[in-house]
């Protein structure tokens, strides 16, 4: 009897752990719907400010200024700036397993070639992946918010625009999980800085763009930098969501199966308690 009292407990503590878990995946699924939306606008939204900033460049007469060049050229010697976008919890798979090893990977890289590294990370996963081994490299940690926050957004890119003012870096990398589906992220590592000058050879017209000003590019620059920090956020959020969903839809169904396999091994052991028990009266009632 003890054993079936066992298996009933256990049965039900799965069923628990079955509805939190089911919960998990809902609540994971409705985040990522509203995000991926979002992550729409935003493609739009780089498309826009990159086409604008390789029209004005294509004019012949526009001439960088000295604080300008600083974000488009690459200086010797200066830092490595390296974002990482981790998650700010668990349950999400292996989400953050691809990011650490590929930024493990690269600082090694660019160690055996004697480059200065700085880390900025996002997402307590991947501080606590990162800390130990990295504590010297780590020039600011970021929790993530619960919710898309642009506050966070706006802090990174002050950080990264200030490196880059103060000569301390030269060059920027961000990795983030790129969302594909549900079931698959794209780990991907992008160049923020330097800005790559794209090429159009078709004519622009010195009139398309009104602004009144000495300031255009720069501007452009902290809205082309922004723009990308938003990008990744938004991506890795998505990506973690989905991870999150995925993660607990086989846990919900690895509940199930462990369910029905409790249920049937709890069926069995009545069975063979009334079977016993059957056997005891009849072999009584022959004795007498």
């Given at each position: 009897m003890s054993n079936l009292k066992q298996l009933r407990?256990?049965?039900?503590?799965?069923?628990s752990t079955q509805k939190i878990t089911?919960?998990?995946q809902l609540v994971s699924a409705s985040k990522m719907a509203k995000i991926k939306s979002q992550i729409a606008n935003s493609n739009f939204y780089i498309e826009a400010i990159s086409k604008m900033m390789s029209d004005i460049l294509s004019i012949d007469m526009y001439e960088l200024s000295i604080e300008e060049q600083k974000f488009f050229n690459t200086i010797p010697n200066k830092a490595n700036l390296l974002i990482v976008m981790a998650s700010q919890r668990?349950?999400?798979?292996t989400f953050n397993y691809s990011i650490i090893k590929q930024v493990k990977n690269d600082i090694k890289e660019l160690e055996n070639k004697g480059e200065q590294i700085k880390l900025i990370i996002i997402g307590k996963k991947g501080y606590e992946a990162l800390k130990r081994?990295?504590?010297?490299?780590?020039?600011?940690?970021?929790e993530l918010p619960k919710i898309h926050d642009e506050n966070l957004m706006l802090q990174v890119k002050q950080k990264i625009m200030s490196a880059v003012e103060n000569l301390e870096v030269s060059n920027c990398v961000i990795y983030f999980n790129k969302f594909k589906n549900a079931m698959t992220q794209i780990m991907t590592r992008q160049q923020i800085l330097p800005i790559e000058k794209y090429h159009d050879d078709s004519k622009v017209d010195d009139d398309y763009y009104e602004y009144e000003g000495e300031n255009l590019i720069s501007n452009l620059i902290n809205l082309y930098v922004n723009s990308q920090i938003n990008y990744a956020l938004l991506q890795s959020r998505a990506s973690e969501e989905g991870a999150r969903m995925t993660a607990m839809e086989n846990a919900?169904?690895?509940?199930?199966?462990l369910i029905s396999k409790l249920v049937l091994k709890l069926n069995r052991s009545r069975q063979a308690i009334i079977t016993t028990e059957l056997i005891e009266i009849i072999a009584g009632s022959e004795a007498v």
């Open positions: 407990t256990r049965i039900k503590s799965v069923k089911k919960a998990m668990g349950l999400c798979g081994q990295y504590a010297n490299y780590i020039d600011s940690y970021f919900t169904n690895n509940a199930n199966d």
